[in-house]
């Protein structure tokens, strides 16, 4: 009922740019908080940046100052800007959504929703 479409990973040097999409379409009713995250080989899964309803942010103290978070909510879509790379930025990054949507005729609400991940590796 809810598909969620990560692009913009790829690989960059160290000190480039990239720009994380996160598109969710299907029966969506609303979506609260939007987040990134991303987890390293041998590591665990960690909060990069997020962002409320309402716009309020947070980040990871990591990526202050480098990364931007941001989502139109007209699209549905949050963004990750990521500038200054640096090699251990390099990891699998997952969105994850706090969504409300229609199934069966029914409101569900999951405040977990993950996407399927983009990889993003920093070359030094």
């Known amino acids: 009922q809810v598909q969620l479409v990560e692009s913009g990973g790829g690989l960059v040097q160290a000190g480039g740019s990239l720009r994380l999409s996160c598109a969710a379409s299907?029966?969506?009713?609303?979506?609260?908080?939007m987040g990134w995250y991303r987890q390293a080989p041998g590591k665990q899964r960690e909060l990069v940046a997020s962002?409320?309803?309402?716009?309020?942010?947070n980040f990871a103290d990591s990526v202050k100052g480098r990364f931007a978070i941001s989502r139109d909510n007209a699209k549905n879509t949050v963004y990750l800007q990521m500038n200054s790379l640096k090699p251990e930025d390099t990891a699998v990054y997952y969105c994850?959504?706090?969504?409300?949507?229609?199934?069966?005729?029914?409101?569900?609400?999951?405040?977990?929703?993950w996407g399927q991940g983009t990889q993003v590796t920093v070359s030094s």
């Open positions: 962002v409320t309803t309402g716009s309020s942010t």
């Open positions: 994850k959504i706090d969504v409300t949507y229609y199934s069966g005729g029914y409101l569900l609400r999951d405040d977990g929703y």
């Open positions: 299907g029966t969506i009713f609303s979506i609260r908080g």
